[in-house]
């Protein structure tokens, strides 16, 4: 009984944060459900989405010149990068799996345990992180500003000489914006195709609202939109060394709080959870019935709910592969193997 009031609490709560997010509200021909489709992303400044995309795909803002926020975002595989831990600079481990910055934009917070508040904050982020990129945002924005390409591209479209740190995550996360996956099956379906998903997969989300899923992973992202804790009913077991929220607010009961991961593209995902430990969808929906819900599903239920997460996978990002500005005669010839300063 106390585990039904617990879950019950939480679909309150996650419905507090659709609102909250604000989220599209229903269309008179959608159904009433407590999730939403995905809507085309708007871009108001084409110029500043295609400096956005070139930024993300130069290697050049890495201290090795090897990397680039697609070496672990790859949007050829899901915006993720299919390992349980990204490998960063100098081949090093990172520190946790990375998530997809496909529909991230939805998120009411960047990271597992949402340390950046948006797209804008986080971006700064692994270009400076010695785990990943490791440069620094001076370094990046001097190299920036030794590629004539760039420098004219900056300034059509911030209208400044000088390239800044804010304007690189900007315009990244300007990009980003852009990285929303519509179309899936089971949006045509929310929007009244009846024959947009079979009925297994339709069995699957009434189990997946039934079983009580959605608590959780409700909104246009099936997630994104609150953190809770992993491991409700019943610990979750790993060696990792994360504590989720707690690392940011210091604070007890945040241990093992993290952002619910969007099930958007969750088939492309894989691995899956904050330690990359479930290797396949089969195991991450039976670790969540346990660990979450203290229910075990049957063969055929899991193979459902699997089935309908399959029907979240939308449009990937589709564009020209972007022709990045060359270097100049000054611009640092990065070695991936020099030294570390
Ligand atoms: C070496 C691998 C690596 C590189 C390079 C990298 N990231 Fe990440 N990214 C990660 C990992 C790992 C996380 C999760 C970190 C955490 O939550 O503590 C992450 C998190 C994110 C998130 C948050 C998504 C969410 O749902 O919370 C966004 C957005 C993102 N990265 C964008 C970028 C951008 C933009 C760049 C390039 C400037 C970039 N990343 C470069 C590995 C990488
Ligand atoms: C109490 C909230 C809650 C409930 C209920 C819940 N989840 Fe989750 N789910 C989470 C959190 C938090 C994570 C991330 C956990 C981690 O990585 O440590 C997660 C992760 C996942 C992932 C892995 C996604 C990824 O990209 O790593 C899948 C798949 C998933 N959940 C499916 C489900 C299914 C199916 C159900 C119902 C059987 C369910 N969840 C119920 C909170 C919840």
Request: charged share 20%.
């Amino acid at each position: 009984m106390r585990q039904r009031t617990k879950i019950t609490l939480l679909a309150a709560a996650a419905a507090v944060a659709i609102v909250a997010g604000g989220a599209t509200v229903a269309t008179a021909a959608e159904r009433q459900e407590p999730v939403q489709p995905i809507q085309p992303a708007k871009v108001s400044n084409p110029a500043k989405v295609e400096l956005g995309k070139k930024l993300f795909f130069d290697t050049r803002l890495s201290r090795s010149g090897g990397i680039s926020c697609n070496s672990c975002h790859n949007l050829s595989t899901g915006g993720s990068d299919n390992l349980a831990a990204s490998i960063g600079d100098r081949w090093q481990k990172g520190g946790i799996n990375s998530p997809t910055v496909l529909n991230s934009s939805l998120n009411i917070a960047q990271f597992w345990d949402g340390r950046a508040k948006d797209l804008r904050e986080q971006a700064g982020g692994p270009i400076a992180n010695p785990a990943e990129m490791a440069s620094t945002h001076e370094v990046a924005v001097a190299t920036l500003q030794t590629i004539p390409g760039y420098v004219s591209e900056f300034k059509q479209v911030y209208g400044k000489n000088k390239i800044t740190i804010d304007q690189v995550t900007d315009a990244l996360a300007a990009f980003e914006e852009t990285l929303v996956t519509p179309n899936a099956r089971f949006d045509k379906w929310l929007l009244g195709d009846d024959k947009a998903i079979n009925a297994q997969e339709l069995r699957g989300y009434e189990l997946f609202k039934s079983a009580g899923c959605v608590a959780c992973h409700s909104g246009a992202a099936f997630g994104g939109n609150s953190f809770q804790k992993m491991g409700l009913v019943e610990p979750y077991k790993t060696v990792h060394t994360a504590q989720g929220r707690m690392d940011v607010t210091k604070t007890d009961q945040d241990r093992f709080m993290f952002k619910v991961p969007t099930l958007r593209n969750v088939e492309l995902t894989y691995p899956y959870f904050h330690d990359g430990a479930a290797n396949t969808l089969g195991e991450a929906v039976e670790l969540m019935g346990r660990l979450q819900l203290g229910r075990t599903f049957t063969t055929q239920e899991n193979a459902d709910i699997v089935a309908f997460l399959k029907t979240l996978t939308g449009d990937q990002p589709d564009f020209k592969l972007p022709l990045l500005p060359p270097s100049g005669d000054k611009t640092p010839r990065l070695d991936p193997f020099a030294q570390a300063k």
